[in-house]
């Protein structure tokens, strides 16, 4: 059995005893590369864990982790799907672990309640899972400055976010362009950042100037055609646009 935190993880078993059940050992042994992960992390993080900190519920309850914050936490590897058995998650960070590979589990699908998701400054790679713009309460995404590619045409761009506020994808290998979808479906999205995505190229959607954004940066991109004129009319407060192949007048 596994110990974390001085304490047996819930489903495993007692030596000296069978389980009268398959199911409880399964769900120790899926656990368990979070759990050495957990306690490397637990080893290498810079401040002290208070016994209120979330995070100390994770190390002591792993399933009924709510707040997981492995930002520069020195790991490695890539982040076990295993995460995506710990559905009482709000915020689940792994920034500034740049040692850190591999694409992201699609079992982030699973995670319902999350809020906030932050994979920044990693070397993740692929594409976004596909589920992740089902998540009903889903409010900030970042996953800045790692290898993530795929399409902005595509899912789960193109489906929008009902819940999101903050969509943070700059400084990767994504391509494509902004589609019309991603305003008109993410109802609530005041933050977008897909600069220093070379490979993001077409016209910005008009779709911006009925929109909420309040700060949208793209530059460093091959975004190109004429700035809608429904910027002028829009709630924005921050455009950054250098570098990219815009042409024609200001609105």
Known sequence: ??????????????PGTRSPSRRPRLVAARLAALAA???????????????????????VD???????????????????????TLTA?????????DAIVGTLPTELANLTALTSLEV???????????????????????????????????????DGFPSLTSLQ????????SVPPELLVLSPELEVLNVANNVLVQGWLPTEVGSSILTSLRA????????????V???????????GTLLAGALP
Request: with cysteine.
């Open 1 to 14: 059995f596994m110990v974390v935190g001085g304490q047996r993880l819930p489903g495993s078993s007692v």
């Open 37 to 59: 992960m957990l306690a490397a992390a637990a080893v290498v993080k810079a401040e002290p864990i208070e016994a209120a900190d979330p995070y100390q519920q994770c190390l």
């Open 62 to 84: 792993i399933p009924s982790c709510t707040v997981l914050d492995l930002a520069y936490a020195g790991l490695s590897s890539t982040i076990p799907s295993e995460v995506g």
């Open 89 to 97: 998650l709000v915020r689940l960070a792994f920034g500034n672990n």
């Open 120 to 158: 920044y400054n990693t070397r993740v790679n692929g594409s976004l899972p596909p589920l992740l713009s089902q998540l009903p309460t889903l409010r900030n995404l970042q996953v800045q400055n790692s290898d993530l590619s795929g399409s902005l045409d595509a899912v789960p761009f193109s």
């Open 169 to 176: 994808v700059d400084a990767n290998a994504l391509s494509g």
């Open 219 to 230: 530059s460093n991109t091959r975004i190109t055609g004429p700035l809608p004129t429904e």
């Open 232 to 242: 002028g009319a829009s709630n924005l407060t921050l455009l950054d646009l250098q």
